[in-house]
C-alpha cells in the first residue's frame, strides 16, 4: 500500500507527472497545478495530510521558463501583461486531455474530479473550473487570481452549486490581496459559495490555511 508521502514520477503521453497511487479501492481523484516557474514538485509540499483515499497528480506545465521552471502559458505571451483566458485555454483542454488518457490507462473514474492549483496555478484553476464545471468537483484557488476573459462563463453562472476554496495572503506582493478579494466576487457571481481562508503572510499558504484546506478537501 502506497504511504501518505510515497509518489513516483513517470512520462505519460510527452507529459511528465508526479503521482501518488491512492490508498482506497474507490479513490478520487486530485490534480494539483504548480504556478509560474514551478514543476511537477512543487506541489507536493501541500500533501502530507491529504487523504490517502486520493489519487494524485501534479503536471508539469508544458512550456519552459528561462532560465528554468515552467509555465501554463507560452513564454512569447508574457510580454502581454497577465495570464488571460486566451493565453491559458490551450494548456486547460491539454490537461482535460491528460486527465482523461491517464485516468483510462490506471482504471480511474474522473469523469468528475477534484482540482487545486498555486499562483498561476490557481489561475489554471479558475479556468478549468469555468470552462469544464460539469468535470471539475472541489476547486483550491491558492494564492491567486482570475484571469480575463471569463465574463460569459461569470454571467452564466456555471459554477452554481459548487463549493470553492481560496487561501490568500494579506503580505502577498506577487499577487496582492485586493486582487485576490476581487476573485471572490467573481466566484460568487458565478455561482460558487466560497470558503475563504486569509493570513498574514506572503506569496505562500500559511499553516492555518493549509489546515484548512485540508479540511475541504477531506470533507
Known amino acids: 500500500m502506497p504511504g501518505a508521502n510515497s509518489s513516483n514520477l513517470i512520462t505519460f503521453n510527452d507529459w511528465t507527472l508526479r503521482v ?6 474507490s ?3 486530485l490534480v494539483m497545478l504548480h504556478g509560474f516557474t514551478g514543476d511537477e514538485n512543487s506541489m507536493w509540499v501541500f500533501t502530507r495530510r491529504i487523504s ?4 494524485l497528480i501534479a503536471p508539469r506545465a508544458p512550456h519552459p521558463t528561462d532560465p528554468s521552471g515552467f509555465s501554463w502559458r507560452p513564454s512569447q505571451a508574457l510580454t502581454f501583461g497577465r495570464p488571460s483566458l486566451e493565453m491559458l485555454q490551450p494548456a486547460a483542454e491539454a490537461l482535460i486531455r491528460l486527465i482523461d488518457e491517464y485516468s483510462a490507462s490506471v482504471k480511474l473514474d474522473a469523469l468528475q474530479f477534484d482540482l487545486m492549483g498555486f499562483s498561476q496555478g490557481a489561475a489554471m484553476t479558475n479556468v478549468v473550473g469555468m470552462l469544464y464545471p460539469h468535470r471539475v468537483r472541489k476547486m483550491g484557488v491558492l494564492a491567486g487570481f482570475m484571469p480575463s476573459g471569463l465574463d460569459e462563463k461569470i454571467e452564466q453562472k456555471v459554477l452554481a452549486g459548487k463549493n470553492i476554496f481560496v487561501a490568500h495572503g494579506t503580505q502577498d506582493q506577487m499577487i496582492p490581496i485586493d486582487r485576490a478579494r476581487a476573485s471572490i466576487e467573481l466566484l460568487e457571481q458565478a455561482g460558487a459559495r466560497v ?3 486569509e493570513d498574514e503572510v506572503g506569496h505562500k499558504l500559511s499553516a492555518n490555511c493549509l489546515g484548512a484546506l485540508e479540511n475541504y478537501l477531506n470533507d
Open 52 to 55: 490517502t483515499n486520493y489519487h
Open 27 to 29: 479513490p478520487r481523484l
Open 195 to 197: 470558503i475563504y481562508c
Open 20 to 25: 501518488r497511487e491512492a490508498n482506497s479501492a
